[in-house]
């Protein structure tokens, strides 16, 4: 398992998932897969790229799907847990290079926490994007709470 699971949560945006896939690839230094969380009921699931890794949920809801997908890559249930899991939407661009790492040696030094960068639109106002330790995951039983909309989890 990589260092760092990137969860990139779409439905029906395959180009969006294209766009944000060809940003990680440019910018990642570090051992970081990026893994599209799809519906199972999501009718453009097979036309996402093949290049990233996809992870079929049963969630109803965008919150569900996620925290489907980050549990299972926490407790282990596909393979090693990896070091940290991060949550990304199929809008970001990641524009530095090296974020990836940057997360990984902060979870690193913290042994277990939350990181984020600076989205340059929210600076430290707000996370808009995270990574965690899976043992957060684990203890809370969510990457992001139950009952937000995906227009929240921020």
């Known amino acids: 398992m990589p260092d760092l699971v990137v969860l990139v949560p779409s439905k029906g945006r395959p180009a969006a998932g294209q766009d944000v896939l060809d940003a990680v690839t440019a910018t990642t230094?570090?051992?970081?897969e990026l893994v599209f969380v799809l519906a199972e009921d999501d009718p453009d699931a097979g036309d996402y790229p093949v290049e990233a890794a996809t992870y079929v949920s049963t969630g109803s809801t965008l919150v569900e799907r996620l925290n489907e997908a980050a549990s299972a890559?926490?407790?282990g249930d596909l393979g090693t847990p990896p070091g940290a899991i991060?949550?990304?939407?199929?809008?970001?661009r990641p524009r530095t290079t090296g974020w990836d790492q940057a997360l990984i040696d902060a979870l690193a030094?913290?042994?277990?926490?939350?990181?984020?960068?600076?989205?340059?639109?929210?600076?430290?106002?707000?996370?808009?994007?995270?990574?965690?330790?899976?043992?957060?995951?684990?203890?809370?039983?969510?990457?992001?709470?139950?009952g937000l909309t995906h227009s929240f989890l921020d």
């Open 86 to 92: 991060a949550v990304l939407f199929d809008r970001h």
């Open 109 to 146: 030094t913290l042994g277990t926490g939350f990181a984020y960068g600076d989205d340059l639109v929210q600076h430290d106002a707000l996370p808009t994007a995270c990574a965690m330790t899976p043992d957060l995951v684990t203890a809370m039983r969510h990457i992001a709470p139950f």
């Open 29 to 32: 230094t570090g051992d970081t």
């Open 73 to 75: 890559f926490a407790r």
